[in-house]
């Protein structure tokens, strides 16, 4: 199994950026992606960013101007630089871990965005 503690959220003027983390521990594979997704009470958890261990990157489409998602696979962990934040970027923010036979979500970090 693969245990992920997120960390880096908090309160944030709009406009402003933060540096989300996450630390992964246990057995992973040699092969796997790592991302972020987001949720709020009133919306579904949403897909944010990933990177594979070999460095293939992808984010959603919404995201990727003002989100970057890094890896220290030395580490075990993953990254996401989050700039220009808008308050609806408010939000839940989930790490995942995925392999070729398992996935895992992380607690959370909340990030709040005022105006």
């Known amino acids: 199994q693969v245990q992920l503690v997120e960390s880096g959220g908090g309160l944030v003027q709009a406009g402003g950026s933060l540096r989300l983390s996450c630390v992964a521990s246990?057995?992973?594979?040699?092969?796997?992606?790592m991302g972020w997704y987001r949720q709020t009470p009133e919306t579904q958890r949403e897909w944010v960013a990933l990177?594979?261990?070999?460095?293939?990157?992808r984010y959603a489409e919404s995201m990727k101007d003002r989100f970057t998602i890094s890896r220290d696979n030395q580490r075990n962990m993953v990254f996401l630089q989050m700039n220009n934040l808008k308050p609806e970027d408010t939000a839940l923010y989930y790490c995942?871990?995925?392999?070729?036979?398992?996935?895992?979500w992380g607690q959370g970090t909340h990030v709040t965005v005022f105006s």
């Open positions: 990177m594979s261990n070999g460095g293939d990157i």
């Open positions: 246990g057995h992973m594979r040699s092969i796997n992606d």
């Open positions: 995942r871990y995925r392999d070729s036979e398992y996935a895992a």
